[in-house]
């Protein structure tokens, strides 16, 4: 088993289950509950809310699949990339807008699941 990859698996499932709960209740109920949004995009954005769920939850299955598959080297790669694009894009969405990092934490998730899968790899 490679431990590295474990990790990863449990701090993707970890983020994932911060994401459904408290985000849900911090994030998703409040922009249901805007009425200055019209449907369509609030109804988008909660959209894009769940895929955000799902994709979560694949990267710590995937993750887990791959701390026993020696094999699933691509597999691996791809959610790296993808773990340490999220963190790129919130550090940069950060800067670009000029947010508060500790108001937009998003990086201080991705950026552990990053480092791990890249040990993992090694």
């Known amino acids: ?19 459904i709960f408290a985000g849900e209740r911090e994030i998703a ?26 994709v979560l939850l694949a990267m ?11 094999t699933a080297i691509a597999l691996n790669v791809m959610l790296t990339g993808l773990a340490a694009s999220f963190a ?8 670009w807008k000029r947010l508060s990092p500790k108001h937009m934490i998003q990086w201080a998730l991705f950026l552990p699941i990053s480092g791990l899968g890249i040990a993992g790899l090694t």
């Open 1 to 19: 088993m490679n431990i590295w990859l474990a990790a990863a698996a449990l701090v993707s499932l970890a983020t994932a289950l911060i994401h």
């Open 29 to 54: 109920r409040p922009l249901l509950r805007a009425s200055d949004l019209a449907s369509v995009p609030k109804h988008t954005q909660f959209y894009c809310w769940h895929i955000v769920s799902i």
């Open 60 to 70: 710590a299955a995937g993750y887990g699949y791959g701390s026993f598959e020696p």
């Open 88 to 95: 790129l894009w919130n550090i940069g969405l950060i800067l």
